[in-house]
């Protein structure tokens, strides 16, 4: 139920779905427990409450123990605590979580196809870093590498990957291929999700920002306001990107 809805974009029914669980510590085993906070930080995180978001991930962590079978388990916190760190630019930080996701993921025991994903993601916000800290040559290396795991694998979430590709390219001046991975980006997100999904607000944000930087102003408040309407959709009045498309 939790994973239904919050792929459908209500994570505040998400959030009600998990919550039950934290009730039943005393009944099930700490993994259950360990997965209700990580999803919860989760739920946090996209909402903008970035010190609750942390903390579920903290509990997460405490109850999983650091032995082998558990490694890829914690990799994925890992994953999801660097967020927390980017978000407040704590940078270095960040990329120490990464890197210990990383270590985890490659190893070649782990063969499974559901860890290539978790691999890809741990590249693709690694490259987001880079592109926070203008190592843009660092960024678009690893941005492609989490490209082509995600399309060689046929791995979900290669619109994220677009979409930061678009951006760096962006920054380096080479619009067309900025222009392309713009368009991937929503194409994607579109025929998977739907035009209101939530995530398609942060392609047009970005989009906007480069077609303004163009001179293309009729397209850039198009854009922003299509960010707008999708924010308000699923956010409410009161949230932070509701605030940045205003």
Do not use: W
Not at 209 to 235: M, P, T, V
Request: with cysteine; net charge positive.
């Amino acid at each position: 139920s939790f994973r239904t809805l919050y792929n459908s974009g209500d994570f505040i029914g998400a959030e009600k779905c998990i919550l039950p669980v934290l009730d039943l510590q005393k009944k099930v085993p700490g993994k259950y427990l360990a997965a209700a906070y990580n999803n919860l930080g989760i739920i946090k995180m996209i909402l903008g409450f970035y010190t609750e978001a942390l903390d579920y991930f903290n509990k997460a962590e405490n109850l999983t123990p650091n032995i082998k079978k558990n490694y890829t388990v914690l990799a994925t916190i890992y994953n999801n605590k660097s967020r927390i760190y980017t978000f407040r630019r704590s940078y270095s930080t960040a990329i120490e979580f990464l890197e210990k996701a990383i270590r985890i993921f490659q190893n070649p025991e782990n063969q499974d196809k559901s860890l290539l994903l978790n691999l890809s993601t741990a590249y693709l916000n690694l490259g987001i870093i880079y592109y926070e800290i203008k190592d843009y040559s660092s960024a678009l290396e690893t941005l492609e590498k989490s490209s082509r795991l995600k399309l060689n694998n046929n791995l979900p979430q290669t619109e994220l990957t677009f979409l930061n590709l678009a951006k760096t390219y962006a920054q380096t001046g080479n619009s067309d291929k900025a222009e392309e991975y713009f368009t991937r980006s929503l194409t994607t997100m579109n025929s998977k999700f739907g035009g209101n999904y939530y995530r398609m607000a942060e392609v047009f944000f970005d989009y906007g920002l480069f077609l303004r930087s163009a001179g293309r102003n009729a397209e850039a408040i198009e854009a922003h306001s299509k960010a707008l309407s999708i924010c308000l959709k699923n956010y409410g009045e009161k949230h932070t990107l509701v605030s940045l498309s205003l």
